[in-house]
């Protein structure tokens, strides 16, 4: 059985950092990309950042130059470090993987919640 969990979301003040991680089971992510999004309520899910099992990063526009992707394979765990927050940055997060060559399926977290308030 696949699992994603994530962990680190909670209410930060705007300019405030947060790590956010998502540790999987039940996949070896090392051939999976591995991307995170986020959800309002009422709102379509916004990719904002992913990671290719070579490396290869990716960000949404409104989080370029804040918030940086990574993954240690070896701990099957992907990070989001989220830098310069800011109120519109609330929201949840979830994490994804994707197979990286077989067409079985994306995998969702259950997401944690970001809140960025003074």
């Known amino acids: 059985q696949v699992e994603l969990v994530e962990s680190g979301g909670d209410l930060v003040q705007p300019g405030g950092s947060l790590r956010l991680s998502c540790t999987a089971s039940?996949?070896?992510?090392?051939?999976?990309?591995m991307a995170w999004y986020r959800q309002d309520p009422g709102q379509r899910r916004e990719l904002v950042a992913n990671i290719q099992t070579g490396g290869k990063t990716n960000y949404g526009d409104s989080v370029k130059g804040r918030f940086t992707i990574s993954r240690d394979n070896a701990k099957n765990t992907v990070y989001l470090q989220m830098n310069s927050l800011k109120p519109e940055d609330t929201s949840v997060y979830y994490c994804n993987a994707r197979h990286s060559s077989a067409p079985v399926g994306d995998h969702w977290g259950q997401g944690t919640q970001v809140t960025v308030s003074s």
């Open positions: 039940g996949i070896s992510i090392s051939i999976y990309h």
